[in-house]
């Protein structure tokens, strides 16, 4: 039971321009999303969240788009650096409850 | 910036025995939890606790599994009799205001 789909394993982008993650979810009681980045053998990194009310959240070069009526959303980074490779998680929860992990998409951002 | 701390960062064990993982959740956070992640595979929810006591648990979480907040700042969690299949990287997470933020992870090892 799949409630939360990253389809995309890995991605590569160029050093400088946009990565795009994308997220789909099943679960309508989900009312908060977060995006998490991770390192082999580390703990999940919070990058940036964003609520249901909202559909845009911006944070330096991380912005993150939600459409519910879809149920997607979607991470941008811009511009990419070769730093941001690792493997990205988009997860979801209902408000102070477990949070629900998609499988990962791996970005590789070629110098 | 205040974080989640976790000991040991690897512990290797026999089948049958007692661990004990330990976490340091962030001081004012009100809610937490354990994840576990099996190598290739994503992040799981184990548990969550709040107001000293368990306040949800997967199926993975079962009679073996246990956790205790035994004073005002360790958080930890206890499998009495390590399955070979136990073996993961654990995670501890925190929140306050529905991010949560995670430890650096324990990678349990059982022979």
């Known amino acids: 039971d799949q409630q939360v789909k990253q389809n995309s394993p890995s991605l590569s982008v160029q050093e400088g321009r946009i990565s795009i993650l994308n997220c789909d979810y099943t679960n309508s009681m989900f009312d908060y999303f977060l995006w ?76 | ?47 969550s606790f709040y107001n000293n006591e368990i306040s949800e648990k997967s199926e993975i979480f079962d009679d073996q599994f246990s956790v205790e907040r035994p004073d005002g700042s360790n958080f930890t969690l206890k499998i009495r009799s390590t399955k070979l299949e136990d073996s993961a990287m654990y995670f501890c997470a925190s929140d306050r205001e529905e991010t949560q933020y995670f430890g650096p992870g324990t990678r349990l090892l059982v022979l």
């Not at chain 1, 990194?45 to 939600?66: H, P």
């Open chain 1, 36 to 111: 998490y980045k991770k390192y082999p053998a580390e703990g999940p990194t919070f990058l940036i969240s964003i609520s249901s009310i909202k559909d845009k959240n911006e944070d330096g070069r991380f912005t993150v788009f939600l459409n519910k009526s879809a149920k997607h959303l979607s991470l941008h980074i811009v511009p990419s650096q070769p730093g941001d490779s690792a493997v990205y998680f988009c997860a979801a929860t209902g408000g102070y409850q477990k949070v629900t992990f998609g499988t990962g998409t791996k970005l590789q951002v070629i110098p």
């Open chain 2, 1 to 47: 910036e205040p974080e989640v701390t976790q000991t040991p960062s690897h512990q290797v064990t026999q089948m049958g025995q007692e661990v004990i993982l330990r976490c340091v959740p962030i001081s004012n956070h009100l809610y937490f939890y354990w994840y576990r992640q099996i190598l290739g595979q994503k992040v799981e929810f184990l548990v």
